[in-house]
């Protein structure tokens, strides 16, 4: 029977744009809070609800996750679980010694060595000097610096900054972990580590994780808690479903057309499980369906042996699939007039995610290829799918097993 | 197991605030004096002169007065000292008194990025505030003994009574920047004045004058908490009278209650300040 060890009821905060009027209303909140009056609940002029009416529990064991665009309202959260500052409205409950993989290095004296602010930045911690003499090798080792750890912190990357940070904080055995977008820098082998050591807490802790990576996301996280300035727009169990609302929230669906005079791009179409899509819908294919492709053009003049190259790109924008054998299936010399290309991928295999699809026209005469259009990021589509990754290419073969005696 | 609970209510009775205090005090020892240390061997890093710098400000500020007087274009009357010692002794008493002011708004800034990130208690603040100004205390008593003696006041025993005036003095400096530190820390405006008035109040103290014996000069005598200290401990370490114990234990009852008083404003007005400051 789990515990639950947070508990946040009705919570919810204001801002307050203007510098000068956020420092006068600071003077005025101070009195108020000395004499012992509640918070008004009224926006004043230039305040702004920076979180609105927000209730969750997190028991011991769970691992959610809040994700949500920049400015939604997730570090301010944190805050406030974290004690820092206080709710305008509702209340939060905390159960236990509360830890943070916040700001790595916190403490840190950039003209000590790294070895001597592992003292600082455990205090600031809660570790006391006995605590750490205790751990120090351990630390040196997990932080990987080497000989540096002798070298004056000013002289750290960032990268080996944020390194000795975690080997410090990783240390830490609470009962909850807030952690903020820490897993953003660093490399492969450090966000690796980061997620050994939170698999390792997660038994005996309640975990919140702030990322903006959708694979730690849905790698980590029993829960997800999706923000939209300030509010809650969904609060899920299925973090896949969590994960792709998310995704549709992002409508970058500017796409980059170059083209000739000589052709005309109508219409692009895309047809998954009988449902017919335009660009400027909320494209949802699911894993394993079919998807069919058609490219309307309009002709104004003779194209010659036209072909169709796609290429799909990832949410990075890195491409990483294409479709290059059109000219295998379609051989007309010329063409003139309007004409529809169409192809069929029988089994979408991406892992879930956003893609993007870009689609290139050639024609070729006389042995040399001419590109008549190039449309960059020509449509937006998601991809439902249990299963998430770090790919965006997932096989689902069939297995057998032989135990052979 | 511990549960902490955060809520728009205010509803915390006096008790609970001055128990959650005195924890914030005990949990946050450690964390204080390793802030101190590590700004301690910090600022010798990368200094040539290191903590030469402390004493520049209080010598010079003596030096110019002995150098006026000993041009007798100011003529200071019945120093009950002979009055080289008398100005150093008072300008470095006065100069911690001045340090002391400053300290609370000084380190509470220091650790603004800080407090806005994580949770640690904010007492431990000011408990290095304490730390700081105690270790300038010992350096310029280190620097002050050889002066006096030079000039003429061997250390004897009666030293060791400056101390305890000194050290309420300390005490009554950082209360008066603790209650500074509310508005201090939203509005930059006090950080800024403070160096500004500093030297002005040292004028209205006994530093590099006397108090005389028949004027009644209110501000000086009975409104400067810093009066009393200065004059008690200075009184020991020259030999002269002091008569001013009713003003002294009347200034460190004031402190108390102020300090109590600037514990509170501060515990409760600190996530108020780093909401609307800190990064």
Redesign the interface.
Known sequence: MSDVLIKVEGVSKK??KNLKQ??A???R??YD??I????SLKLRKDEFWAIKDISFEVKRGECLGLIGHNGAGKSTLL??L?????????????????G?L??LG??F?S??TGR?NI??NG????F??HEIDGKLNEIIAFSELGEFIDM?VQNYSSGMKVRLGFAIAAQMEP?ILLIDEVLAVGDMGFVLKCFNQMDRLLQNTALILVSHGMPQISRMCTHVILMDHGKVLCNTDDVSYGITEYYKRFKTQIGDYNGSDKVELIVIRLISNDSIFHKEDDILINYGDSLKIEIEILCKDFVYSPSIQIAFFDKEQRSFAAISNCSDYVKFDKVTGKIVFSTQIDNVPFTQGKYSITIMLLEEKDNIRNTLFRYQSAVYFTVNNKIHGWTPIQFSPEWTLNVEN | ???????????KTFSQILYEIMKGFI?GR??AS??FI??L??SF??SFLGFFWMFIPPFATAGIWIFLSSQKAVSIQKTPMEYNAFVFCGTIIWSLFAEGISKPIQRYQSVM????????PREAVILTSFYDIIYSFILKLLVLIPILWFLGYPPGFNFLFAIPAILGMLFVSISLGLLLC??GL??NDIGRALPMLLPFLMYLSPVIYPIQENTEFPVLKYLNPATPFIENARSFMGGYDFNMYSELVFWLIISLISFIIGL??MK??L????????G
């Open positions: 801002f307050c956020s420092l209303y600071g003077f909140d101070i809070s000395v012992g009056k509640k918070p805050k406030m974290n004690g820092l500052i206080r709710p305008d409205e509702g209340s939060i409950e905390m159960r236990g010694k509360v943070a916040i700001e916190a403490g004296n003209l000590l001597e003292y600082n205090a600031v911690l809660g006391s000097k004056p009962d | 197991m511990e549960i902490r609970h955060y809520s728009s209510n205010n509803n949990e450690e964390l390793r802030l590590r700004d061997k910090a890093r990368k990025g800080m407090m806005s990130k994580l949770n640690f509310p508005i939203l509005y509170i404003v409760i007005s996530p108020i300040i780093v909401e609307r400051s800190g």
